[in-house]
């Protein structure tokens, strides 16, 4: 008999639960990911996700292989491709981590459980992110994430027992099996010394510029972390990236204090997915479902995707996120709430379309922030941003903007953020926007008002309230319970 590490999202051999549980079986384990063409087809999935993990599944293969371990990639249905590896060995237990996903994955989760279920094999599954399964009272999750993130970081084994005579199957990684062909030309690498060399160099160097840079698209490029693609992926822990950044020294408190936060705020929003899978659909604020739903210009829709709406900044930071795969927070906000307010498109075909976008998609962000950016919560002020003046602020000369959009290098810096204004503008080489912004702004404002007062059901704030609102503080202090094991908090 044997056990399968079954791996998803979790492409590391360090701090790795299934990894770790299962070498205390004595049965040998076979390491185990498989393509699943049905998930590279949806809407929210794209080539450009699946190049970044091709790249991290070979990292993780060396690694596994340093360790006397072997990586087999299948193609197909899981259920499918565990059925046939069990016609010839006999699989004991299967060992996971915890997933909260999109719908798609949810239900693929379920249908292998049950396979396993039906051939009486032991499923054990882990937590790799402070997200908690079943009915959940959001006042006692602060004390329960920290209880996690202060909990053992578990070492890699020295030596794995591995089913060794398996073909690979590594070369399946070679033929993306979607049809979108989105490609991200310069996107960051997937391997894991790509994913070690950008942790190293944040905490080393470039974190005591973090505050000053994440809100601008220009200087978030170094100032930002940069690990997002890398939690992602589970390349690195988060756990284990939150103990070594409590532990940081030489580094200034409040920089310090800020990416902490926003590493506590990754689980806070994957916990409203888990919590309510409906996050990714509908409205999560029952009485705003249909605020926007019978209004969808696909016009406007397509000219969004493409960065040609005629608002420079907006436009520059699409093609940003085309190009490269990924776009700081702030400006994924601008990008959501305009084509929600401004366009007045209703969200889930947007959300899904900019999920394709990021190499770093994670679903239980990803859907959250959606819908506050969209004003769906019904406890969220709402955030219509004015791309001209956050254009003016960020990119006062318009440099960002013509490296994106060098059809505007005729355009002078005065007209660069307005160039509709701009009686010189060459039209046939970049439109004038259909909506002007502030007038939009103002529309969307109205109708927003006029939907509220009519609509708006205060019982059912007071739900999405209970169940979804942050309860902690502005502050992040050290639990103080917390206990480190210094000899486990170097990854190099």
């Not at 599944?57 to 565990?82: M, Q, T």
Request: net charge positive; aromatic share 12%.
């Amino acid at each position: 008999m044997i056990n399968i590490v079954w791996l998803k999202r979790d492409f590391r051999v360090n701090d790795h639960a299934p990894l770790y549980n299962s070498q205390k079986c004595a049965e040998p384990t076979l390491f185990l990911y498989v393509i699943e063409p049905q998930y590279w087809h949806l809407d929210d999935t794209s080539e450009r996700q699946f190049a970044f993990i091709s790249q991290a599944i070979l990292s993780y293969a060396r690694e596994i292989e340093k360790l006397g371990g072997f990586l087999c990639v299948r193609r197909g249905n899981v259920d499918e491709v565990l059925a046939k590896i069990h016609q010839k060995y006999p699989i004991k237990s299967l060992f996971c981590h915890q997933e909260t996903g999109n719908q798609w994955t949810f239900e693929r989760d379920n249908a292998v459980f049950l396979w396993c279920a039906k051939n009486h094999i032991k499923v054990h599954q882990y937590r790799q992110q402070a997200v908690f399964r079943g009915r959940l009272n959001r006042d006692s999750w602060q004390s329960r994430a920290s209880a996690w993130i202060a909990s053992e970081v578990l070492p890699p084994p020295s030596r794995v027992r591995s089913v060794l005579c398996y073909h690979s199957g590594l070369h399946l990684l070679d033929n993306y099996p979607g049809n979108d062909n989105f490609i991200a030309r310069q996107m960051q690498q997937g391997t894991t010394d790509a994913a070690k060399a950008t942790l190293q160099s944040f905490f080393k160097q470039r974190i005591n510029n973090y505050l000053f840079g994440i809100s601008s698209p220009i200087k978030s490029v170094t100032a930002s972390s940069r690990l997002s693609p890398y939690l992602c992926y589970g390349m690195l822990s988060l756990k284990q990236v939150m103990q070594m950044a409590y532990e940081l020294e030489h580094v200034e408190k409040r920089h310090k204090s800020g990416f902490l936060a926003r590493l506590y705020w990754h689980s806070h929003f994957v916990q409203k997915l888990e919590s309510e899978p409906r996050y990714e659909t509908q409205a999560v604020h029952r009485s705003l479902v249909a605020m926007r739903q019978s209004e969808f210009e696909e016009a406007s829709f397509e000219r969004w995707k493409l960065g040609c709406t005629g608002v420079p900044f907006i436009d520059a930071c699409m093609r940003m996120l085309l190009q490269t795969g990924w776009i700081n927070f702030r400006m994924r906000a601008m990008l959501v709430a305009f084509a929600s307010y401004h366009l007045w498109l209703d969200w889930p075909k947007t959300a899904a379309y900019l999920a394709s976008t990021f190499v770093d998609y994670e679903p239980g962000i990803h859907y959250p922030q959606v819908q506050m950016q969209s004003g769906t919560t019904g406890i969220n002020p709402f955030r219509i941003y004015n791309p001209i003046t956050q254009g003016q602020k960020f990119d006062s000369k318009g440099e960002f903007i013509r490296r994106y959009i060098p059809e505007l290098a005729h355009v002078p810096d005065s007209y660069v953020h307005t160039p509709w204004l701009y009686s010189g503008l060459k039209t046939d080489c970049y439109d004038k926007p259909k909506v002007l912004p502030d007038e939009a702004a103002k529309q969307a404002r109205l109708k927003i008002s006029s939907y509220y007062k009519v609509h708006v059901n205060s019982s059912e704030t007071k739900r999405v309230i209970k169940k979804h609102a942050s309860r902690r503080g502005r502050n992040i202090k050290r639990t103080q319970t917390a206990k480190l094991n210094h000899n486990q908090l170097s990854l190099f």
